[in-house]
Structures are given as C-alpha cells and as structure tokens.
C-alpha cells in the first residue's frame, strides 16, 4: 500500500489563519458599515394599530441615496409592551442599537445613566437641523437637566371629546376652542339628570378629567424644573383640586364609566389624539360610538390658566456607546426633522408630527379630513393649538416614582370628603422627603 504523504502542518496553520482573518476582517467590514435601529411593534398609546415599519423602511430607501454602502437594519417582532425589558437587556449586554425609540417613562432612566449621547453638538454644528422646527413642548420631552438627548418622533396630545348630540337636546350650545371652567362647570352641572324618571340618575357631564388635568389647565407645573420640590403647596394647585371634586359632585355620588360615555349618556371625556385618530375612521377594528354625533375640542382653560393639554411624546436616540455618529445624525436627523418621512406619521400611525410646517400643512389636514368621514372635520387650528400649549414635560430623575405616589393619593381625594388642604400639606412633607433622596 503506497504511503500518504504527510501534510505540512505549517501550512496548514497559515492557510486556517488567512481563511479566520478573511472572516473576521469580513464581519468586521459588516458590522462597520451597518446602522442598527431599535423599534417596537403595536402602539405605545394603548389603541390599536400603530406600526412604524412603513415609516422607517421608506427612511431607509431615502437614507441609502446619500449612504449607499451603509446597511440599516431594525429587529421586527418586539411588541411595544416587551420593549423596554428588551431594550435595557441590549444595553446591559453592550449590544444596544445605534439608535432606538425612547418611551416617555424610559427617557429619565437612560439620561441619567448616561446611555443617550447628547445631540446638542450635533444641533449647534448642522446647519439643517433646526430645533425651532419642532413644537417647543414636544423638543423639550427629550430634555434632561438642560442637555437634548433624544428628539420627538411622534406626539399625542390630550383633547376633549364632547357629545355633541346630547348638547342639542339639552339645547346647550357648543363652547368655543377657548372655553372655560367656569363653562366646563356649568354645562356638567345642567346636564346631570334622571332621564328616565326612575330615581336613578342617567345622564351625566363629564367622565375621566383628572387633577393632573386641571393643575396643567390652571397654569402651573407639577414640579419646578430641578425636579427638587412639588407644587402642590401653590393656591392654583388647591385651586385645581377643589374644581376636580366639584365636578365630581354633580355626579352625586354615581361613578361614571367609560361605557356610559360611549353609550351616549356623557357630554365630556378627555381622550388623546390617538383615540381621535382611531375610532373615529369607519368601518375599523372596533365600532364604537355609533348612536351620537361626537368631536373634539381644547381642554378648558382654568382662571390663573390657558387651554393646555397634556402630550405624550415618542422619542428616538442615539446610543452613547455608538461608533457611527454622523451615519446615525444623519438617520435621526432625517427621522425626526424631513418633512416627507413626518408626513408618514398621520398616514402610518395614530400619532401627530412634532414638526410644525407637517401639522399645520393644507396636505395632512385634507389627509385627516378624508379619514374621518361622516362629515366631521378636524379643526387644524385645534390640533395646532393643542400641541403648541401642551404641558411642559417633568423631566428629571425621579419623576416617574413621585409622579404615582402624586397621583395614588390625589386621585382618591378628589372623590372623597377628606379637607384638601389638610391633605394636600401632608402629601408635600411625603413628595420633600422623596426628592431629596
């Protein structure tokens, strides 16, 4: 049998090196030359639909004209409620995107942790990055401790929705866009009623307006702008309260329900943009609101106030530990601020634009108009108004934790007897103690 010839086990060795440097040199050039996105599927606003893959894909088409070499890539299939556990597991894991979308309660965590760059540099140093561009209110979500870390890709801001069918037949005109408490009151008040003379009240003014609301509405902040001390010591905060519980009074003890608004015994029920955009198309996933004519309005305005709203505000970031700046400026930039692409938010989502030249366009408004048909036009003053005098956000690092405890007792005491200065003096000593931590 004729012997092998032996292999030299030298130029085995050399040629496994040149085949593994090829490789990781090759998934080096990869991993160089791709963009990663972190997006989510569903809606952050609690309403159905809500998909951002048309609108980042159609980013990507028009992002590869001017970087045809760079690869933009986003994992599907991560519903919107998983997101942030999926989110904070890439960033312990050193493997985040490059940029990502930013749930408003997630935004204070990732500033002050460091894990979003600072785009301030990036503003000042782009001479077509205009933050002017932008709804002050929807820019300034994306700030902490006076730096931008993340820009408004989407917003959603509260607006009234109001029974219009119910006020014909009390014979109650319609308030305008500038309205009142003191209108809100009176019309709640007179609407109350027996309808069906059974004892049993039927019919009622207003369903879901909350303290909160009413701090906004009555010109004040919930905390100062540090974060270091709450408001709730203010007169117009004790004002806001006692307002809340008198509406609440008129129910005379019944507690409203969202089904007695959408059965059409309700004339007032705050709901946001989102829930506009979603029922009000026909036919849809759910039908509701059938039997009465309905639309929208401001929320009203307080005596020390104006018609603010609070807005929601979806955000995108760059990630700290990113090695591709100005590919991932240039995707943000595009994302955030180019009109085309923020024209696809009222055709692909249920949200509204940031960018004031898209919202307050003759071509959205026609869009909005031909997707509410029944002859219910959307005011484009109304939107425009709504998200020019939002709420300013509350962004610093314990927020969120003090928000809830805020909200689980003042959301009780609106409806019971409790003196509510007295509790509104204990609630302060409870919100110091926390924010001094």
């Known amino acids: 049998m004729e012997e092998t ?34 997006i ?84 000042a140093a782009d001479d077509e990055a205009e933050d ?17 870390y993340a820009l408004p890709f989407s917003c959603n801001p509260t607006l009234m929705f109001v029974n219009k069918t119910l006020l014909k037949k009390e014979g109650i005109a319609l308030p305008d866009n500038y309205w009142t408490w003191e209108e809100f009151y009176t019309i709640c008040r007179q609407t109350v009623r027996d309808t069906d003379g059974d004892g049993k009240l039927d019919q009622f003014g207003c369903y879901g307006y909350t303290w909160d609301q009413a701090v906004y509405a009555n010109g004040i902040r919930l905390f100062n702008e540090e974060g270091t001390e709450s408001a709730v010591t203010d007169d117009r905060f004790l004002e806001a309260m006692e307002f809340v519980r008198s509406l609440e009074e008129t129910n005379q003890g019944y507690q409203v329900s969202a089904d007695d608004f959408d059965l059409g015994h309700v004339v007032f029920r705050p709901l946001t943009f989102s829930d506009y955009r979603t029922y009000m198309p026909y036919p849809w996933r759910i ?3 059938s039997d009465f004519e309905w639309n929208c309005m401001p929320m009203p305005a307080g005596p020390s106030g104006t018609n603010t709203s609070s807005m929601e505000t979806l955000l995108f970031g760059m990630s700290a530990r990113t090695h591709k700046e100005k590919e991932a400026w240039d995707f943000l930039k595009l994302l955030t601020m180019d009109e085309e692409i923020q024209k696809l938010i009222y055709k692909d989502s249920s949200g509204a634009s940031p960018l004031k030249a898209v919202t307050r366009s003759d071509e959205v408004m026609e869009f909005l108009n031909e997707d509410t048909p029944g002859g219910r036009d959307i005011d484009l003053s109304l939107l425009d108004q709504a998200i020019a005098n939002a709420a300013a956000p509350e962004n610093f690092r314990l927020h969120q934790e003090v928000y809830d405890k805020m909200d689980s007792v003042l959301s009780v005491l609106t409806k019971s007897r409790d003196d509510i200065r007295t509790a509104l003096f204990n609630l302060t000593r409870e919100l110091d103690e926390m924010l001094r931590q």
């Open 287 to 289: 039908k509701k609101y």
């Open 132 to 148: 002017s561009a932008f709804y002050p209110m929807a820019i300034a979500a994306g700030q902490y401790q006076k730096k931008q």
């Open 40 to 123: 989510f599927y569903g809606s952050n606003w609690e309403v159905p639909g809500t998909m951002h893959y048309d609108i980042i894909d159609q980013a990507i088409e028009k992002y590869k004209k001017e970087y045809p070499s760079i690869r933009v890539v986003y994992e599907e299939g991560i519903p919107s409620e998983d997101y942030s556990e999926w989110l904070f597991g890439e960033i312990l894991k050193g493997t985040e995107p490059d940029l990502y979308l930013i749930l408003e309660e997630d935004f204070q965590t990732l500033a002050a942790g460091g894990m979003l760059k600072p785009l301030d540099t990036f503003l």
């Open 5 to 38: 010839k032996k292999k030299n086990p030298l130029k085995i060795l050399l040629a496994t090196v040149i085949v593994l440097s090829a490789l990781f040199l090759a998934l080096t050039f990869k991993e160089q030359h791709t963009l990663r996105i972190g």
